[in-house]
């Protein structure tokens, strides 16, 4: 059976690809591209091989391209750096294609295309789960500053190794080989041996690419934030020829992404992370050519009366013709005195692998009734000696699908606690423990890691009350946009608001922020969709009205 990691194109396929580049011989062995490299190439093999190595190993193969075999992976359609070196051996034959060409051949060639994303997808697939290497990150696994930057690359998919200071002599070596002590953590080595102490969140995301640099533009269209709605309106403004950029502050998937299991998507029988979704949605934006830029926060936005001007969180300054605000909500914090000094360090917002591994054979708390709360529980139950679940109602079906409710009341070392609250977190350093207080009867568990996924807090502060929102701050879209909210302008004198059309003429808001939305992956992901189409509908009333 074939590799699906390593697919052989047909003479036809790499006849088409000749047109997009140029043939090369090496006399000798040859490095094509150093790991680090955030700008390289692809290439086809014609004769001979080429060897992927990890420089971090004494530069181990990891995998050879024979004849008609080709390089690269997801990165190749971003702008993030490579995390290994590719040689072509000595007397071998390539197609080099430049990766802008490659870009039009992926949109212009369906067949092509279909064989490279699905290799790209399973190579990195395989990188992240099967392959130690790529960023070192040395640190003590309950700093609050170390889990920042570990949640932020798993979330966004950065091959990278854990070193735990508290418990492996290897890093407590590695300290000591660069002269580094406990209050330089934590630290990142990145691929080519280059140390970070102390890194903030976007260096780490300039240095491995995530986070890139775009031209001063007007574009069609930008979405604020990358969570289901976001991404589809991405993929659907880009897939039909509109310029597009998408930004986000943390990472593809939203709150969505942070369920360890959605079983209730259309077209997943067997379920998908939240994780994967995202990640695969991401790729698909890109794949139409989509600008996707992380970790960019929206602080502010103004409107001229024809643009927007988005200021972000690193300063840049982003216009375009219309903006959709797709930042969805976030979990509240539990109303507990100290909980800020134990975020990061015991109290987490998602449930990730990297949060199961830190559960294992320990005692694991999830409060809240939702789909997500569910779904981390069920995950957890797998590695966790226990989980509680802490919900203030009497009915943990009140807001939960009935599969996961069943599944709960089946599943042995899940325990659920109802008509209860947490009134106090315990630790010096970490949480150790927390006070449970159930019907005014109050008792301390050993939890020492807790999950939580109340309420929902739309993010909608960068706005400064430039919309109509109601008092909670969700926005308001089209019937709901009352007459004296809309703004005054030529468009609105002609029509009232699209359905998902703010008081701003091309101004939208889709997903979890909006006023009245379901909370629901499928639908934010019809909403992103149906934006695209009001939007033409607008930037063509825009034209007219020059």
């Known amino acids: 059976m074939t590799d699906p990691r390593f697919p052989v194109l047909t003479q036809k396929q790499i006849s088409t690809l000749k047109e997009f580049g140029t043939v090369l011989f090496f006399d000798n062995e040859t490095a094509l591209f150093e790991a680090g490299d955030s700008t390289y190439d692809f290439y086809v093999i014609l004769d001979g091989a080429i060897s992927i190595k990890d420089p971090v190993h004494e530069n181990q193969v990891l995998a050879s391209h024979g004849i008609n075999e080709f390089t690269g992976d997801n990165s190749m359609l971003s702008e993030r750096s490579i995390p290994f070196s590719g040689y072509a051996a000595k007397g071998s034959t390539v197609l080099r294609i430049p990766r802008a060409n490659l870009k039009e051949i992926i949109s212009k060639h369906s067949d092509i295309c279909d ?28 700093s609050k500053e170390t889990y920042a930057l570990r949640d932020f690359m798993e979330k966004n998919h950065i091959w990278h190794t854990f070193q735990d200071t508290d418990s492996s002599s290897e890093a407590q070596q590695l300290l000591a080989n660069f002269g580094l002590g406990n209050n330089d953590l934590p ?15 976007a260096q780490l995301a300039r240095q491995t690419g995530v986070l890139i640099e775009f031209e001063n533009e007007i574009f069609d269209v930008l979405v604020v934030g990358a969570g289901p709605s976001g991404l589809a309106a991405s993929v659907y403004a880009a897939s039909e020829g509109l310029t597009v950029i998408t930004i986000d502050g943390n990472a593809p998937g939203g709150q969505a992404g942070k369920s360890s299991k959605i079983e209730n998507y259309l077209g997943f029988p067997t379920g998908i992370s939240g994780n994967d979704l995202a990640n695969k949605a991401y790729i698909q934006a890109q794949k139409f050519g989509c600008t996707i830029s992380i970790p960019q926060k929206a602080e502010k936005v103004e409107y001229n009366g024809r643009h927007f001007t988005l200021c972000a969180s690193n300063g840049k300054n982003i216009t375009a013709k219309s903006i959709i605000a797709a930042t969805g909500a976030n979990y509240r914090r539990l109303p507990v005195e100290n909980i800020d000094k134990f975020e990061g360090s015991g109290v987490f917002y998602s449930a990730t692998g990297m949060n199961a591994s830190a559960c294992k054979n320990e005692l694991a708390g999830v409060v809240g009734g ?45 325990i659920v606690h109802k008509n209860s609250n947490i009134t106090a977190l315990n630790g010096a350093h970490y949480l150790e423990s927390i006070v449970l207080d159930t019907n005014g009867s109050k008792q301390t568990i050993g939890i020492s890691n807790l999950f939580t996924f109340i309420g929902a807090k739309p993010c909608t502060e960068w706005l400064n009350g430039m919309v109509s929102m109601d008092d909670k701050g969700f926005i308001f879209t089209g019937s709901d946009v009352t007459e004296q909210a809309m703004t ?29 939305s379901v909370k629901r992956v499928a639908s934010a992901v019809g909403e992103g969709s149906m934006a695209i189409s009001q939007i033409h509908q607008y930037l063509a009333e825009l034209k007219t009205s020059l």
């Open 370 to 414: 939702g789909n997500s709360a569910g779904q981390a529980a069920l995950f957890l139950a797998d590695h966790a000696q226990q989980v509680h679940v802490i919900i203030r109602s009497n009915d943990l079906g009140d807001k939960m699908s009935d599969y996961l409710v069943q599944r709960i009341n089946t599943t042995p070392n899940i």
């Open 187 to 201: 630290i990142l080595v990145s691929i080519t041996g280059e140390i970070s102490k102390k890194p903030t969140i």
């Open 488 to 516: 005054q302008c030529s468009i609105y004198k002609q029509r009232n608001p699209q359905s998902l059309e703010t008081s701003i003429p091309g101004f939208y808001a889709v997903g979890d922020v909006r006023k009245g």
């Open 115 to 142: 064989v490279l994303l699905s290799a790209f997808i399973q190579r990195q697939e395989t990188m992240l789960k099967e392959f130690n290497g790529g960023i070192q990150v040395i640190g003590q696994e309950k």
